[in-house]
T-cell receptor
Framework: LAKTTQPISMDSYEGQEVNITCSHN???????ITWYQQFPSQGPRFIIQ???TKVTNEVASLFIPADRKSSTLSLPRVSLSDTAVYYC???????????FGSGTRLQVQP | EADIYQTPRYLVIGTGKKITLECSQT?????MYWYQQDPGMELHLIHY???????EKGDLSSESTVSRIRTEHFPLTLESARPSHTSQYLC???????????FGEGSRLTVL
């Protein structure tokens, strides 16, 4: 099971772009990379998923280099409501349940 | 909005009581999971199921037990609650393949 490493915390200001990088050196061929967001006292919520290159949706972009040993979640123009914990998960849910790491606590200041 | 429901949302009970946390989903997902999370800490997988009559223990050892008699229902039971079981319990489900996890709102358990 690929282990992930993320920064413990990050600070930003409203309107800035935030990039959170996750390292996953042991990623397997069948593994996908998925990011979740969690607010206090709530369950995590899916943000974005990718396998390689770049994926973009209405809330974020996910950049995955060719070797897939890391990935970067990009949040454009963050707001105060983006203050949350962000988790990077790597695995093949077709084979086993995914394990959440410690996540990155993002604090957005006014 | 995800169609996955947990009850009760909050529960305060005394030591030694038996409790069951309910989790139901109406999305027809085969896979269901239970995670345990203390405030400000990471989520720990304690149980998962890939279908009816299939249950597996997760990465964190737990004294709780689960059952999966119906696709939509995945209850978690503690036979004799202790203060160390005080935590938030989050239920989730996903479709086959690399489907996203849909989480319930959680059940916050306090054992006195």
């Amino acid at each position: 099971l690929a282990k992930t490493t993320q920064p413990i915390s990050m600070d930003s200001y409203e309107g800035q772009e935030v990039n959170i990088t996750c390292s996953h050196n042991n990623i397997a061929t069948n593994d996908y990379i998925t990011w979740y967001q969690q607010f206090p006292s709530q369950g995590p919520r899916f943000i974005i998923q990718g396998y390689k290159t770049k994926v973009t949706n209405e809330v974020a972009s996910l950049f995955i280099p060719a070797d897939r040993k890391s990935s970067t979640l990009s949040l454009p123009r963050v707001s105060l409501s983006d203050t949350a914990v962000y988790y990077c998960l790597v695995g093949d849910t077709g084979r086993r349940a995914l394990t959440f790491g410690s996540g990155t606590r993002l604090q957005v200041q006014p | 909005e995800a169609d996955i429901y947990q009850t009760p949302r909050y529960l305060v009970i005394g030591t030694g009581k038996k409790i069951t946390l309910e989790c139901s989903q109406t999305m027809g997902h085969d896979k269901m999971y239970w995670y345990q999370q203390d405030p400000g800490m990471e989520l720990h997988l304690i149980h998962y199921s890939y279908g009816v009559n299939s249950t597996e223990k997760g990465d964190l050892s737990s004294e709780s037990t689960v059952s999966r008699i119906r696709t939509e229902h995945f209850p978690l039971t503690l036979e004799s609650a202790r203060p160390s079981h005080t935590s938030q319990y989050l239920c989730a489900s996903s479709r086959a393949g690399n489907g996203e996890l849909f989480f319930g709102e959680g059940s916050r358990l306090t054992v006195l």
